[in-house]
Each structure stands twice: as structure tokens, then as C-alpha cells.
């Protein structure tokens, strides 16, 4: 005959205090599971074989306890993985990111509706007609317009024109097509307005400067006198660029034939010492001057 298995009362709560996590139940072995299935009837009939079998019960309950340890401490360990990798069934919601309208690189359109609130409200309109400004274009006195309240120039909304004159350019367009400084910009009496628009290219870049062409046109030709003066300058700028772009593709073809074909180039050609002829002397200028061959000319003065 088998020998039976005897819990105490207190044995058995433990051993059902210890069962208290799922992850326990799943991972007990059989034999734990049949050993912990004891109905609540059984307990008055323990209790009275308790004094024959003391010493197998006490050393399988001590064993039994060791082992219920371990599975509540493993079952309590994978409780706290899975909330740690997953605190809660829900994915992380992310914001969708915006598109920004960058302008194809043109100057954007800015609608009333998203310009900034000022803190300065607008000008009023003039009431009194004496002292209306008069049109430049049509000779019509105006109570307000965009361009007068904008740049302080007198033009009537009628008269506008957004794609000659009254066209907005930035500041780098005015200073490389009407060749002028910040200091004639900002610096020379009256400084030319202007208006902020926010970068095309870029919001991390710095806002836009947008001044009134018709403004910089007449800024122009105040510093240079006047078109005529200005084209010429814009020519001999253009002839100083040609000329060094065109030195400078010289000595990259020289120093590439030098590269190729290093075995007969002679250096001794490459150098040039002056033979000055015989000096002469201009007796209005005090001066002395003489000449080469390859058409330098020396102009000194003896002490």
C-alpha cells in the first residue's frame, strides 16, 4: 500500500497562496497540481493521521514549499517582463507631419488671413481732402491705399501695378541689378521701406526684405547720377567679369598643358626679363620713362 500524503491546514494555504498568479498555474508540474488539489472535506481527516506521518509530511511540505517558491518567483518574474516590454496594448500615436508650401521658389502669396496680428493697428484714412495725397499716375487725390500706408508712396490702389513698377524685389536683386549698397539702402536719407515675407527656400532661413521697385529704381539713380552712368557701370562690371573669367580658364589650360606634356615644356620660356630701350625725358611732368620690346613702359623720376 501506498503511503498517503498529509497537509496540515496551514500547509494547505500556503501552498494555495503561492498559486495566486496565472503564470504560476501554467507552469506547476503535475505532481504539484495533484498534490495541491485536495478537497476542503479532506481537511478534518488530515488532521487526524497528522501524528503518524510528522516526519514525511514535514519533509515533503519543506520540499514542496522550495519548489512552489521557485515557480512563484519564475512566474512573477515573466509577469514583470511582459509588463515592462508591453505596459499597455496601445501603439504609440504619432503626429503626421505637416507639408510645408515652399513656393516653387517663388515668392509666396501671403493671404491676410495668416499675416501676424500687429500690435500697432493700421492708419487711419485721411478725411480731410486738403490733405489727401495726390497719384503720381493718375492725378487723383486718394484717401489711402496699400503702396502710401506700405512704402509712403503716392499711388492709389487703382493705379497699382504689381508686375512693372509697384513690383516687390529683395534686397539682393536690388543690390545686384541697381549695383547698391547697404549703406544706400538703409543709411542714406530717406531709408528706403520695406516689407518681411517669410523664406521660400527655407523656414530655418532668415524673412525676406521686399523693397518697392519704382522706390530702388529712383535710389539708383540718385547714387550713380543717372541710367546712363548706371548702364555704363553695369557694363564695365560685366567686361571686368568676362576678362577674369577668361584669365582665369587661360592659366587652368596652361597649368594642364604644363601637366601632359611636363617633359617638353621649358620653363626658361615661361620667364621674361625686361630690355628697356633708351629713357626720355618730358620736361612738362618732370618725369623719366623708358620701354621694352614686348610693350611695357617704366615711368620714374630722378632725385
Given at each position: 500500500m501506498e503511503q498517503q500524503e498529509v497537509f496540515t491546514t496551514e500547509q494547505l494555504l500556503r501552498?494555495?497562496?503561492?498559486?495566486?498568479?496565472?503564470?504560476?498555474?501554467?507552469?506547476?508540474?503535475?505532481?504539484?497540481?495533484?498534490?495541491t488539489a485536495v478537497e476542503s472535506s479532506d481537511v478534518p481527516h488530515l488532521e487526524v493521521e497528522k501524528a503518524e506521518h510528522t516526519s514525511t509530511a514535514a519533509e515533503l511540505s519543506a520540499a514542496q514549499r522550495a519548489r512552489i517558491e521557485r515557480n512563484r518567483l519564475r512566474a512573477r518574474q515573466l509577469r514583470d517582463a511582459r509588463l515592462v516590454a508591453r505596459p499597455n496594448n496601445r501603439e504609440p500615436i504619432t503626429a503626421p507631419i505637416a507639408a510645408t508650401d515652399s513656393g516653387g521658389g517663388f515668392i509666396p502669396?501671403?493671404?491676410e488671413s495668416s499675416l501676424p496680428v500687429r500690435a500697432v493697428p493700421p492708419p487711419a484714412p485721411i478725411v480731410d481732402p486738403t490733405e489727401r495725397p495726390q497719384c503720381l499716375e493718375c492725378d487723383?487725390?486718394?484717401?489711402?491705399?496699400?503702396?502710401?500706408?506700405?512704402?509712403?508712396?503716392?499711388?492709389?490702389?487703382?493705379?497699382?501695378?504689381?508686375?512693372?513698377?509697384?513690383?516687390?524685389?529683395?534686397?539682393?536683386?536690388?543690390?545686384n541689378s541697381f549695383l547698391l549698397k547697404d549703406c544706400d539702402l538703409d543709411l542714406r536719407p530717406p531709408a528706403l521701406r520695406f516689407v518681411r515675407r517669410r523664406n521660400p527656400h527655407g523656414s530655418r532661413l532668415g524673412d525676406m526684405r521686399l523693397y518697392l521697385r519704382a522706390q530702388v529704381e529712383a535710389r539708383a539713380r540718385l547714387v550713380w547720377g543717372s541710367d546712363e552712368a548706371l548702364e555704363e557701370e553695369r557694363a564695365r562690371r560685366e567686361e571686368a567679369r568676362?576678362?577674369?573669367r577668361h584669365t582665369?580658364?587661360?592659366?587652368?589650360?596652361?597649368?594642364?598643358?604644363?601637366?601632359?606634356?611636363?617633359?617638353?615644356?621649358?620653363?626658361?620660356?615661361?620667364?621674361?626679363?625686361?630690355?628697356?630701350?633708351?629713357?626720355?625725358?618730358?620736361?612738362?611732368?618732370?618725369?623719366?620713362?623708358?620701354?621694352?620690346?614686348?610693350?611695357?613702359?617704366?615711368?620714374?623720376?630722378?632725385?
Open positions: 501552498i494555495l497562496e503561492g498559486t495566486e498568479d496565472d503564470e504560476f498555474s501554467e507552469s506547476l508540474d503535475e505532481d504539484d497540481l495533484e498534490m502669396e501671403v493671404e487723383q487725390l486718394f484717401p489711402e491705399s496699400y503702396l502710401f500706408d506700405t512704402f509712403g508712396y503716392n499711388v492709389c490702389d487703382e493705379c497699382r501695378d504689381d508686375d512693372g513698377a509697384h513690383a516687390l524685389i529683395t534686397r539682393t536683386e536690388a543690390k568676362v576678362r577674369a582665369q580658364t587661360s592659366r587652368r589650360l596652361r597649368a594642364l598643358r604644363m601637366d601632359v606634356r611636363s617633359s617638353l615644356f621649358d620653363k626658361s620660356r615661361a620667364l621674361h626679363e625686361h630690355a628697356f630701350g633708351e629713357e626720355k625725358y618730358d620736361e612738362a611732368t618732370d618725369l623719366y620713362s623708358r620701354s621694352c620690346a614686348c610693350g611695357h613702359t617704366e615711368t620714374y623720376e630722378k632725385m
